[in-house]
């Protein structure tokens, strides 16, 4: 039986790169950095304390462009926050935005991802 979304995968052109970002600028934790078959790697990576991960893929090694994967959006405790923490660790990110379902914005991730993050309205 299907319990929840394991990861999502994301296909980028340097695997090294990717995981700075994600690692050092999201704070992101390692689950895995492993060889695969054939000059490949799986690079897996997740917010810590998450249940589901991103595989940072290696576009070439599986025929996929840079950028391409899912649009991801991740759950804040507090997005204008977030905005200040990954500014001052040299994010680019968009202006918070309020809306009637919750707030938001978005950041700036290697080879032309970009990924929302969200609060849902306190009730």
């Known amino acids: 039986m299907i319990t929840s979304v394991a990861s999502a995968i994301l296909y980028v052109s ?11 600028v999201l704070g992101f934790d ?3 950095d492993a060889e695969m078959e054939e000059d490949s790697r799986w690079l897996e990576v ?4 998450a249940q589901t991960s991103l595989v940072l893929a290696a576009a070439a090694a ?3 462009q840079p950028g391409e ?4 959006t991740f759950a804040a405790d507090d997005v204008a926050a977030t905005v200040e ?5 040299g994010a680019r990110t968009s ?3 309020r809306e009637p379902w919750g707030t ?6 290697p080879d032309g991802h970009k990924l929302q993050f969200n609060e849902r309205p306190q009730n």
Do not use: N
Request: no cysteine; net charge negative.
């Open 104 to 109: 938001y914005a978005t950041v700036d991730a």
């Open 46 to 49: 997740r917010p810590s304390g």
């Open 14 to 24: 340097d695997q090294d790169s990717a995981l700075e970002f994600y690692r050092d």
């Open 62 to 64: 599986f025929g996929k």
């Open 95 to 97: 202006e918070v935005t």
């Open 30 to 32: 390692v689950v895995m």
């Open 69 to 72: 994967g899912a649009y991801l």
């Open 85 to 89: 923490q990954l500014r001052a660790r």
